[in-house]
């Protein structure tokens, strides 16, 4: 129902427009945007970040914006996906997943066809690792009011040798898997496939003794807090980094950044 007001403004909006060139983009813009206003602003609602009123307020900006510039519209719909994705989220935080998703979408772009490996990948890694690298330095080794969705606790209770009876581990989503392009791959004249490309982010507190990583352990300042914490539940927390990492395929298809961390406060929201 959202979806075909949005649609009646959009038209109400471009009746009085000659159709020109542009006009099959501007379409395949205007139903991609519409889709994305309808989801961004019915999640925020459920979630009880906006009213209905307010999103009816983004829903007409977002038609006279588009009325403008199919363009900017289209990037008003994006701001509005990424508010609803990570309501609470600070600068620091929008600005470091932004420049990931930049960064590795740039990547893409610059081979969309390979044979079966990326040629460039190991470039690429190490860009990622100077990204990781400046960042820490940049912000002391810590996030401060980071927010995420907690993927599990205690999620290596059913493993064996990594249950350990006084403490805890946690794994907190930054970024959920989002879908950034395709890569199509040739290993011979006479075949090829494409294959989607996407980005995801987690922080994860457990004992990992390789990296130094420890659980939060039934002494910690924080035990009692993360014990009442469920799957699912929307969190803001802080932490010490204790090592940044990002993993992507010989291929280049898929990128996933992970932090370890030692979390110094979590609440939920």
Known sequence: ?????????????????????????????????????????????????????????????????????????????????????????????????????????????SEPIIEKTSPTVDQFKKDMKKMNTDFLKENGNKLVDWVGTISCIDCFKDIPNFKREKELDITIIIQDKIKLGEKTIQPRPDYSTTMECSYYFEVTQATINSIGCKGISKS??????????????KVKFSAKIIKADDVIEKTGLNLSTGFYIEITEINPL
Do not use: W
């Not at 993360?226 to 699912?232: E, H, P, R, T, Y």
């Open 1 to 109: 129902m959202k979806k075909l007001y949005i649609l009646i403004l959009a038209i109400f909006m471009f009746a009085c427009h000659t159709e020109t060139e542009r006009e099959k983009h501007i379409k395949e813009l205007q139903k991609e945007a519409i889709d994305i206003i309808a989801e961004a602003t019915t999640k925020m609602e459920m979630d009880k970040i906006i009213t209905s009123d307010q999103s009816l307020q983004i829903i007409q900006e977002f038609t006279k914006i588009f009325a403008d510039s199919a363009e900017i519209g289209y990037q008003y719909a994006l701001k509005i996906k990424e508010q609803a994705e990570n309501p609470f989220a600070n600068t620091v935080q929008k600005d470091f997943i932004k420049q990931k998703i930049a960064d590795f979408k740039t990547y893409l772009e």
């Open 220 to 233: 910690s300042k924080v035990y009692e807090s993360v014990k009442k914490l469920n799957a699912g539940q």
